[in-house]
């Protein structure tokens, strides 16, 4: 049996070593290393997948929430409302630009933003929400976008986890998560459903006014070649990564379907265990499966973790510590809110290795690695 990992970028990239090479090599021999056609194709090609106007790549996903928060040319003391249960990234951001991260519960099911405490926490400060598609999730976007329009407040979609995720408005209207709000963004780490052979990341969106200011923002606030308008940054997603990013972006929905397999086969060798919830699926939208993510619901989450551990069975806790009771935070006094559901999960979660190129072999081995501890 291959060696098992939480994602296994290399075997992907066997598979497809011939493309990538190709296109690498032709890169270098064009010397079009940043901002050459290699990028300009990727982003039209993404545009296209998404169905969305405008594709801005950059440097990471980081980079891409920081981009779409200056574009909203927000003043120091704003308030953004997001969840405490995410990766640093997303509310990293906020405190960076001297904003003020206000957070929220998730829902117990999904995990993402729960619309009712988001329409708790807006006040006349309030001037954007940063939903995350937690894990390949969409979050309920309809009901976060109708409380959005209410209050004239924009929408950051955090989307590093759900490309190629499919949002139902109704049963006809389907769209692209990272495409359904004021601006999207995502990241290609890697390990992401769509991930470069380094760091990437893009800002989606269908205004053109927004557009033209994130493209000027993210190269230094440069309206044209030394006349900076804004005060920017500079992130660029490099010709080589966008060449790659091409070839795997063809094979995205190929590449979902296999985590989704995936997670089918966990989900029904889980089915009998009582101190386990698998993962919800919300009927509001695909799940990509960014990551696989039980609830141990019996108190013994980091029993399980290091019975898996000693058994070279790979898992994480994403994530143990959740954004409000970060000590970044702390001048913010978040350790005070309480969130109790975000509390919970932070308790109860564990992922278990989910990729493009889990075996049935690999797949029963987790699966009865994590059964054996519940016997
Ligand atoms: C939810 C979320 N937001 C933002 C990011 C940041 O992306 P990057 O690592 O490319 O900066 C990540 C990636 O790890 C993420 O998972």
Known sequence: MRALQMVDT?????????????????????????????????ADQLARYLSVKHVIPCANGTDALQIALMALDLQPG??????????????????????KPVFVEVDPLHFCMDPVALEKAITPNTKAIVPVHLYGQAAPMKEILR???????????DNAQAIGCDYFFTEQEKK????????GCTSFYPSKNLGAFGDGGALFTNDDALAASIQMIANHG??????????????????????????????????????????????SAFAGCSSLLTPHRAAHGTHVFHQYTLRVTNGQRDALADH?????????????????????????????????VTDLLTQQVISLPIHTELDQEQLQCIANGVLEFFK
């Open 10 to 42: 290399k075997t992907q990239y066997e598979k497809i070593k011939e493309e990538v090479d190709r296109a690498v090599l032709a890169v270098m021999n064009s010397s079009s290393f940043i901002n050459g056609p290699a990028v300009r194709d990727f």
């Open 222 to 267: 440069q309206s044209k070649r030394y006349y900076h308008d804004v005060v920017g940054c500079n992130s660029r997603l490099d010709a080589m990564q966008a060449a790659i990013l091409s070839i795997k972006l063809s094979r995205l929905d190929q590449y979902n379907l296999a985590r989704r397999q995936a997670a089918d086969f966990y989900d």
């Open 147 to 157: 409380i959005a329009a209410k209050y004239g407040i924009a929408v950051v979609e």
């Open 308 to 340: 898996l551990t000693a058994k070279k069975i790979p898992n994480m806790i994403y994530y143990p510590v959740p954004g409000h009771r970060q000590k970044m935070f702390a001048s913010f006094q978040t350790q005070a809110i309480d969130l109790p």
């Open 78 to 99: 704003d308030e953004v409302i997001t969840p405490s249960f995410t990766y640093i990234a997303t509310t990293e951001v906020i405190a960076l630009l001297r904003l």
């Open 176 to 183: 692209k998560t990272g495409t359904l709000g004021t601006i």
